[in-house]
């Protein structure tokens, strides 16, 4: 269990000023090794001054490291370190948030990304590995209503990254139905509405939508099947859809 944690680089990792070297490491290890629930408290505390600001519920980007030796505390370490594991994990999810002035962090594609949403993936990444094994040995109450409480959190994450996708989509093509095929707004606003409907988080197709860009579905609508063949301008979303959507994504006004 946490083999590879000195393999990080922790020292590039944006966190609390107050760190002293090996801080965030160092904290895990309490907290994987705690022998008894005083001294898994004392670790709970250290790990989340370690990776932010306790008192003011805030954690930085160095959280995102942090999360998958959690898991593996989930999967192979005692009952009190799990048990402080679970209660980190639920604390970043319903009431922490990110550090002011490291609200966004670099992605993969050099752009830039939510900490708030790249720590929900990444605790839903995590559990989803980890979740079915930890499930299967649990035995204790407060275990199980810790998890409990986790996947309910990671349910309410879902759904809203659908919703945000969904509004996201819905304003994409109304924009399309207007600026390419000359919709009144409040027409295009409607069927929109239409084409993304709002489908249950049972629905086991609802993200089905979302397989192609509002772009696909919009021109379909315009100009019908084949379009790519009789308009081959419009086979790939314009510059402009992409100027509208970076716009989006970076201004929540739009979406209303």
């Not at 090794?33 to 003011?56: C, I, K, M, P, Q």
Request: net charge negative.
């Amino acid at each position: 269990m946490l083999e590879g944690l000195d393999l990080v680089n922790w020292d590039s990792i944006p966190q609390p000023d107050g760190n002293r070297a090996a801080e965030v490491p160092s904290a895990l290890r309490d907290l994987a090794f705690a022998a008894n629930e005083v001294d898994s408290w004392a670790a709970y505390n250290r790990l989340l001054s370690a990776t932010g600001n306790n008192h003011a519920g805030t954690y930085y980007p160095v959280a995102l490291d942090v999360i998958p030796f959690l898991g593996e505390v989930l999967v192979h370490g005692q009952l009190y370190p799990r048990l402080r594991s679970l209660d980190v994990l639920v604390d970043y999810l319903a009431s922490f948030c990110p550090q002011p002035g490291h609200e966004k962090v670099p992605s993969r594609d050099g752009a830039s990304l939510s900490l708030r949403e790249a720590l929900q993936s990444e605790v839903a990444r995590v559990w989803n590995r980890v979740g079915p094994e930890f499930m299967s040995r649990a035995t204790d109450g407060l275990e199980l209503e810790l998890s409990r409480q986790l996947i309910e959190l990671l349910a309410e994450v879902e759904e809203g990254a659908y919703v945000a996708s969904l509004d996201h989509e819905r304003h994409m093509y109304a924009w399309c139905l207007a600026r390419y095929g000359g919709f009144a707004p409040d027409v295009a606003v409607a069927l929109a509405g239409k084409a993304y409907p709002h489908q249950p988080p049972d629905d086991a197709y609802r993200d089905l939508v979302f397989h192609d860009a509002a772009w696909h579905w919009a021109m379909l609508h315009i100009l019908g099947e084949g379009y790519w063949r009789g308009h081959p301008e419009r086979e790939t979303p314009s510059a402009e859809y992409r100027a509208e959507a970076r716009r989006l994504a970076n201004n929540d006004d739009l979406r209303k």
